[in-house]
């Protein structure tokens, strides 16, 4: 947040994530500002309860995965009344991809005892692994309920949005290695191939769809 704070110069830190992202803030003109909810969002996952509400996760999952689709739309110069158009997309893939993560990282959440899920997707006791499976498997379906949406209306986006949103056709394969029978949500992390990464996202480029 510091490194992002606005200034008449965009100078190096020595940080390199953060002199990229200045960088990228002065070549497509956008201001420190745009990232303020994202940061607060990632502050607040990191040290606050979970949400309380399904709405209250919708909004977090917005400021982070849907602050960056938006960020990235811009970055490939989308007109702020193209972004608009596409908001519906842009929310359910940022649920569809923001729910993926919380699935993968939810290992680490339980190890500093934070469960990141409201009531209607947490399981009661999150020490009881037929429980837990069970809130696994709903919140590993709601992000295939997401995803569907994105899937069906991506064809129609304009280029900049469907390159925005290409990372969102790695959620399949991912969703796919946490559904495993052998997967453990409290200690397993969940991958998939470095190629197949690559091979899923190319071809989503090369075909205009996702699926």
Request: net charge negative.
């Amino acid at each position: 947040r510091d490194a992002l704070a606005p200034s008449a110069k965009f100078e190096a830190s020595g940080h390199p994530v953060a002199d990229a992202v200045t960088l990228a803030i002065a070549q497509h003109g956008l201001t420190a500002a745009s990232f303020d909810d994202f940061l607060d969002a990632h502050v607040h996952s990191l040290y606050a309860d979970a949400p309380e509400t399904d709405g209250q996760l919708q909004l977090e999952l917005d400021m982070t995965e849907g602050a960056l689709f938006r960020l990235a739309a811009r970055c490939l110069g989308a007109p702020e009344t193209e972004i608009e158009s596409a908001r519906d997309v842009i929310q359910h893939a940022a649920e569809a991809y923001g729910l993926t993560r919380l699935a993968l990282q939810l290992p680490y959440s339980l190890s500093r005892g934070r469960m990141p899920l409201p009531p209607s997707l947490a399981p009661a006791d999150a020490n009881d692994p037929a429980q837990l499976r069970a809130a696994f498997q709903r919140v590993c379906a709601l992000a295939r309920s997401h995803l569907a949406h994105v899937s069906s209306a991506y064809a129609a986006q304009p280029k900049s949005i469907r390159t925005a949103l290409l990372p969102v056709a790695l959620v399949e394969p991912y969703l796919r290695a946490l559904s495993d029978a052998a997967h453990d949500p409290r200690r397993d992390l969940a991958d998939i191939a470095p190629l197949t990464r690559t091979w899923r996202l190319a071809k989503t480029h090369m075909r205009g769809r996702i699926g």
